[in-house]
T-cell receptor, first 115, second 114 residues
């Protein structure tokens, strides 16, 4: 049973560019959340997608956007990259179908470096 | 706004010791609390999930407790081993049926000396 899969594992981008990160949730999960983890910090919630809609959003600017596809996979897009966007980006999936949450499963993350 | 604090920030102990990691949260209206382990440069591995109606959960040498009224959770590790060395994160799950985003602490960096 595959867990959460993220791609790519590492990425180097230039300031001002745009980046797309991808996530496939664990089998049976229908909800995808994205987190940003700066070095030495705990993960910070970016947003969550359920039924192809953004369900909740953390304190991140509109440069951060996302999408969820009918197969529950998701993309995170970041426009106009800043040096401060350098971080580990984590995707987490969960099952919300019954209205209850039974915990999150995280992927291994994408390490984004902005130069 | 939920805030999660973990104490201590770092801990180094000899192999074989029992130890306790602490987590506190400011808003007691949580749906659940989850403990994770993170190895350097890696993703998060879920260790234990405690629903708001539960007091504790156990898995092997790990035991986590939850006291919503005082806004505290502890992770107890018995008979520590060098392989337990990692950063341990606690995360509070909010309302919305538990579907709201997790709020994390900064973690406790644990080193078990052989």
């Amino acid at each position: 049973d595959a867990g959460v899969t993220q791609s790519p594992t590492h990425l180097i981008k230039t300031r001002g560019q745009q980046v797309t990160l991808r996530c496939s949730p664990k089998s049976g999960h229908d909800t995808v959340s994205w987190y940003q983890q700066a070095l030495g910090q705990g993960p910070q919630f970016i947003f969550q997608y359920y039924e192809e809609e953004e369900r909740q959003r953390g304190n991140f600017p509109d440069r951060f956007s996302g999408h969820q596809f009918p197969n529950y996979s998701s993309e995170l897009n970041v426009n106009a990259l800043l040096l401060g966007d350098s971080a580990l980006y984590l995707c987490a999936s969960s099952f919300l179908g019954t209205g209850a949450n039974y915990g999150y499963t995280f992927g291994s993350g994408t390490r984004l470096t902005v130069v | 706004k939920q805030e999660v604090t973990q104490i201590p920030a770092a801990l180094s102990v000899p192999e074989g010791e029992n130890l306790v990691l602490n987590c506190s949260f400011t808003d007691s209206a949580i749906y659940n609390l989850q403990w994770f382990r993170q190895d350097p440069g890696k993703g998060l591995t879920s260790l234990l999930l405690i629903q708001s109606s539960q007091r504790e959960q156990t898995s092997g040498r790990l035991n986590a407790s939850l006291d919503k009224s005082s806004g505290r959770s502890t992770l107890y590790i018995a008979a520590s081993q060098p392989g337990d060395s990692a950063t341990y994160l606690c995360a509070a799950g909010g309302g919305g049926g538990g579907a709201d985003g997790l709020t994390f602490g900064k973690g406790t960096h644990l080193i078990i000396q052989p």
